[in-house]
Nanobody, 118 residues
Framework: QVQLVESGGGLVHPGGSLRLSCAASGTIISLNAMAWYRQGPGKQRERVALISPIGITNYTDSVKGRFTISRDNAKTTLYLQMNSLKPEDTAVYYC????????????WGQGTQVTVSS
């Protein structure tokens, strides 16, 4: 019943752009603070952006001014607009709840690979 499906990743040159999507089942996005996470090779998973149920957003310093988190009007899809991409943005990107301690947060999607390379 709980499902998170990420898409939109790919290979892009430095300075390029991608728009990631996260389709969420039910009322996950409308009732929970949601986030985009990423994990690069040999790196810890980090939260890069979040959005609250009322639309308040927050970003980690490394992506401020370049990434924008948003959702559709129905609050069924989460987006991450990624501009001015850098090689260090290379990672698998996932969406999930901000609060990873709740049982609902165990439903990780497959993630979507973003590779920034010249």
């Amino acid at each position: 019943q709980v499902q998170l499906v990420e898409s939109g990743g790919g290979l892009v040159h430095p300075g390029g752009s991608l728009r990631l999507s996260c389709a969420a089942s039910g009322t996950i996005i409308s009732l929970n603070a949601m986030a985009w996470y990423r994990q690069g090779p040999g790196k810890q998973r980090e939260r890069v952006a979040l959005i609250s149920p009322i639309g308040i957003t927050n970003y980690t310093d490394s992506v401020k001014g370049r990434f924008t988190i948003s959702r559709d009007n129905a609050k069924t899809t989460l987006y991450l607009q990624m501009n001015s991409l850098k090689p260090e943005d290379t990672a698998v990107y996932y969406c999930n709840l901000v609060n990873l301690q709740t049982p609902m947060a165990r439903y990780w999607g497959q993630g979507t690979q973003v590779t920034v390379s010249s």
